[in-house]
């Protein structure tokens, strides 16, 4: 009897690379759990390869899988740092919502500057460093040597994060732009290294960053700002290649230049998206299929009468968008067209939205 028990508690006897891709595709949840099985399992799962193979996989599923559990919304407004889970943004009457406020560094303002494998990049106010935040398993980092040093208060720093697959590092990406000049410069800092440095490249020519406000969009290794011509006000999107340490332009919808007079660029499941805003007419959405193709735009959906800010942050597979207002999120149903919101009230005023996957990506790692 006492071996039967053993038995019937005991990990599967599966060869440990096959167990491995199995755990893989497990919630944090879940492997949080599993860690206590056996030690070949804690071993494996506490391995930082491990972590990063499982974000990898989940950021891949992203554009496929009806699942939204392993996917959660962090949002800031001033002093306030909240999350929730995308499933219960749609699936719950009452949506659960968490509040961080002092868990990180207590009441400053926060900065979204984008997520990656789960980590979410702040820049703090009152120190102007950077930190890492995992808030799956509620681990953080400051990024030691990361305030970055401006002579000049009229220099407006525009951020961005994600991860060069080339190094195996993630990095913050900041364009310093003169606030009267056209010139803008990109510094650098890489999370190995722990410094910042200038960029080998330069930005493109004629070109200035058009919301400073918004951070960039991390894409396939790229990271992405909308830009206008100086010129000639056009607009267009520009593209920083993390690997390659390479600025290009990337164009835009070909149908979407009359009229356009202002565009948004989000991360919708793991497309670049635009919102084109028509003057007296709609909120145009746009994904980029296949990224850095401009042929692979393609329209999903047009929203009337809509001039304001909005960003997409998910969509269902039933074509309900999850947005992002100035201050709220929303879901709209493109069957009927209508809106729910504030999707809560605890969310009401809440502003730079982000969706993160989670993870067991450690900030402490790095």
């Not at 009452?94 to 207590?106: A, R, S």
């Not at 030691?144 to 994060?161: H, K, N, P, Q």
């Amino acid at each position: 009897m006492e071996e039967t028990t053993r038995e019937m508690f005991s990990p599967p006897n599966l060869p440990l690379e096959m167990m491995e891709e199995i755990l893989l595709r497990l919630p944090v949840k879940s492997l949080t759990r599993f860690k206590c099985v056996c030690r070949p399992w804690r071993s494996l799962i506490s391995e930082t390869l491990f972590a990063l193979k499982h974000a990898l996989i989940l950021e891949a599923l992203k554009a496929t899988t009806s699942k939204k559990s392993p996917y959660g919304v962090i949002t800031t407004s001033r002093y306030h740092l909240k999350s929730c889970c995308v499933n219960s943004l749609y699936n719950e009457s009452t949506v659960n919502v968490f509040e961080h406020d002092g868990e990180l560094l207590g009441r400053d303002y926060y900065q979204v500057v984008g997520t990656c494998h789960g980590l979410v990049c702040f820049h703090v106010d009152y120190d102007k460093s950077l930190y890492l935040w995992n808030p799956t398993i509620k681990l953080q980092q400051r990024l030691s040597g990361s305030d970055l040093e401006t002579s000049d208060d009229e220099v407006v720093v525009t951020y961005g994060f994600g991860y060069d697959e080339s190094e195996d590092d993630y990095k913050v990406v900041a364009l310093l732009q003169q606030r009267h000049q056209m010139k803008t410069d990109a510094n650098i800092y890489s999370t190995r290294q722990k410094r910042w440095r200038r960029s080998y490249t330069c930005f493109p020519s004629g070109v200035v960053v058009a919301d400073k406000s918004r951070s960039g969009i991390y894409i396939n290794g790229t990271l992405n700002w909308p830009g206008t011509h100086s010129s000639s006000s056009s607009w267009t999107i520009i593209s920083y290649d993390m690997s390659c340490d390479e600025f290009k332009e990337l164009p835009g919808p070909v149908f979407c230049s009359r009229g356009c007079f202002t565009m948004t660029l989000g991360d919708l499941r793991g497309c670049l998206s635009m919102v084109c805003y028509c003057k007296g007419a709609n909120a145009d959405v746009w994904v980029m299929k296949e990224f850095g193709e401009g042929e692979s735009w393609s329209k999903l959906l047009s929203i009337p009468g809509l001039t304001d800010f909005v960003r997409p942050l998910w969509i269902s597979d039933g074509l309900v968008v999850l947005l992002e207002f100035r201050y709220g999120l929303a879901l709209y149903n493109c069957a009927n067209g209508r809106f729910h919101y504030p999707v809560s009230d605890s969310l009401s005023g809440c502003r730079d939205a982000k969706v993160y996957v989670k993870t067991m990506v450690s900030p402490n790692d790095l």
